[in-house]
């Protein structure tokens, strides 16, 4: 699951497989998941180029930019760093450039139930800094707490069940690959919200990777899913969607295509590089 730009401008992309989760891939008959198949997130760094899906307002206009992503592993955790740049122009406001980058570091324990993470998001529109959101959570299988250092200091509750970023990708793509076709969970992903219901979708078949997309193939292979992943406030389950977004993912958690609401206009980003990372030497 990946930042969320929608309503409080942060990139939700899926980050790396991004948490991102779908229907299984017409082409791929469901089936069961033994332990030694279930999907494993692969360490890589991947580059996106964004174009203009579609306009808030009713003007013509045009986007561009680009998405990076890198999902690397260290001995004791996991790093995922995003870094979003998109350019928007329309007939009535100009040039708008959004940047916005973010940095989760979160170790996994107890068979997935319980972890940590520190979390850094910051925003900025035409170069001025409009959100910076740092700190730091911890959860258990009773729940969790986060200690926000900014933009203030303050501590907040978390439930029961909570995953992060990395664990609920890989709780997620488990799930789907498996042959479940809806996964719903309760995921922080460093929010000032706090905690969301992230539902994600069995939503048809995913198109094929790009042909043109550089670096290591053997990246683009396997089985795809495609996914519509809507997130919730926790207290309003039954309401309108937050945000959603869409990603066509492979089994290893390298996403192809993905759309971006960047509040003024959704964009798509589609993969144009990728490249393995090595695993640590611990």
């Known amino acids: 699951m990946i930042d969320r730009l929608g309503n409080r401008a942060s990139a939700r992309a899926a ?3 991004l948490a991102a989760l779908l229907a299984l891939s017409a082409a791929a008959a469901p089936r069961a998941a033994s ?3 279930a999907p494993a997130l692969v360490p890589h760094e991947a580059r996106y180029d964004l174009s203009l899906l579609s306009l808030q307002s009713a003007n013509r206009g ?3 930019g680009l998405f990076l992503v890198r999902l690397e592993r260290a001995c ?4 995922l760093d995003t870094d979003l740049q998109v350019s928007i ?3 009535d406001q100009g040039e708008t450039t959004i940047a916005s980058r973010s940095r989760y570091e979160e170790t996994i324990a107890d068979a997935g139930r319980s972890g940590t993470l520190t979390f850094r998001q910051r925003q900025e529109v035409n170069g001025f800094p409009v959100s910076e959101v740092r700190g730091e959570a911890k959860r258990t299988a009773e729940g969790g707490r986060v200690r926000f250092e900014r933009p203030a200091a303050r501590e907040v509750a978390l439930p029961t069940g909570v995953q992060f970023p990395i ?3 890989q709780a997620s793509l488990a799930a789907l690959f498996s042959g479940q076709a809806l996964v719903s969970q309760r995921l922080f992903d460093g929010g000032e919200e706090g905690a969301l219901i992230a539902v994600d979708l069995a939503a048809g078949a995913p198109e094929p990777p790009p042909e043109t997309v550089a670096g290591d193939a053997a990246l683009l292979r396997g089985r795809m899913l495609r996914v519509v992943t809507a997130f919730y406030a926790v207290d309003a389950p039954d309401s309108e969607p937050l945000s959603t977004y869409i990603a066509d993912i492979l089994e290893n958690g390298v996403t192809t295509r993905l759309t971006i609401d960047v509040g003024l206009a959704s964009v798509e980003a589609e993969l144009s590089a990728v490249r393995r990372l090595p695993r640590p030497d611990c």
């Open 89 to 91: 122009e329309t007939e």
């Open 62 to 64: 045009s986007a561009g």
């Open 15 to 17: 980050v790396a497989g």
């Open 35 to 37: 332990a030694s198949d």
């Open 167 to 169: 664990s609920g990708a």
């Open 76 to 79: 004791e955790e996991w790093r």
